[in-house]
């Protein structure tokens, strides 16, 4: 049977109509030239799903490491449980002959207790330079007595502890060997998009060589892992064992390092989360270079600038980082800077919100000069800082505080109804009964009540307000008077300097009615 053959129709009406689809296409194709014209101009880019990732992983593959760890574990220590398979599946039975290894046979799961033996852990890295520089996450080799690395071509060499960072849980290692090994490069992880593809490769349950796909579904994500929160989010498919792994943008660059999962089930649930390389890649270099990090350090406590906390402040928006304590001796003290500043730039960085600071300090080189604009009293002001080391801030244990030398003698309880406070002046007697330092400062509030402003904000009874609109306060007359002046100069609310526990932190307080 043959394909039937289209043909043309003739005659002046065929014709007409030709005249006409041809017009028509010209015009159709006018169109969509200057749709795309546009689109170009507004910076919107085409992004078709690859036909394949193949050329791509087996490119990449060859760099990705796994690594295994061993770490004595003492008699009737926990491990982890075997996940459950099909009774008789090929999984079934590799994971029982693995937890039978590590003495949880048998004898382990509800029969003896089981005896010292070396635990195994599983885990991913990726060499970044061909001398045998691998990157991983510090929480894969934490511990570890042995580290091993298992090459794609499955060579196994014992690795080293160049250094670790566990403020971003990333470690370095270093394997020796004669020949060049394959690595790869880091890219620029804030170029990244919602929506942009993204490849996973690492070391899931041990398998090895495992790569999967998925775009990037969120930015900026904060799990609470550290100080310096700034998770890439995927669905692509990420397990136990793949921390430690890269992440690859489609130039084959690493633009993550998978470290944590979101999962009720403990296996992927297309939730996982990446280190970003723009925070990473300083982090690596530094430990390969110093076999440890140096950061850049201001000397500051900060807190969020809330809505309520920008409009007593005067500020238009609330944006920046509310410094909250400066620590003494700091290259903050030393600068000027003052506990209730607004930091809005650090060295030519708007700072939006205030967990962007620590991120952009501690990627600021040591002994650098830059200039910090703050917002204080209404009025911007720049002042020049040069910044210490974080690290060797740490081993002096330098902590931020904040001490206002003035007090007054007055010791008349004062109840503020529109705060919901009650306020006395320090006396040794309420020092003592609050479990205050000797040379405490400010006002001490004695009682809350429930459902008032103050209540809402946190603020207990044993809370010592230290400033109010950013004047030291001794006695609960000064406390009065600022809350009266923010309300006849038509603030909404005042701002609190408040110490509980040791901690400094600002608050908002409406100012009521009068």
Known sequence: MTRPIARRPTGPAAVARAVGETALLRWAATVLVAGAMLMAAAGVRAAPAPDSFADL?????PAVVNISTTQKVQDGQDLPEMPQFPPGS?????????????????GGQGGDRPRPHNATALGSGFIVRDSGYIVTNYHVIEGAEEITVVLHDNTTLEAKLIGRDDKTDLAVLKVETDKKLPFVDFGDSDKMRVGDWVLAIGNPFGLGGTVTAGIISARS???NAGPYDDFLQTDAAINRGNSGGPMFNMDGQV???NTAIYSPSGGSVGIGFAIPSALARGVVDQIIEFGRTKRGWLGVRIQSVTPEIAESLGLEKPEGALVAGVTDGGPGAKSGIETGDVILQFDGKPITESRRLPRVVADTPVDKQVTVTVWRKGARKDLPVTLGELEAAEESGLL??????????STKPQELDSLGVTLSTLTDALKKQYSLADDQKGVVVTAVTGGSPAAEKGLKAGDVIVEVGQAEVANPG???????????GGRKSVLLLVESGGDLRFVALPVGPG
Do not use: W, Y
Request: proline residues 6%; hydrophobic residues 35%.
């Open 57 to 61: 992983a087996e490119r990449l593959v």
């Open 90 to 106: 090929p999984f079934d039975e590799f994971f029982r002959d693995f937890f039978n290894r590590r003495g949880q046979g048998p």
């Open 221 to 223: 994500r904060e799990i």
């Open 255 to 257: 633009i993550g390092i």
């Open 400 to 409: 931020a505080s904040n001490t206002p030398d003035s007090q007054s003698d």
């Open 478 to 488: 000064d406390v009065a008077k600022k809350v009266t002046e923010a309300r006849d």
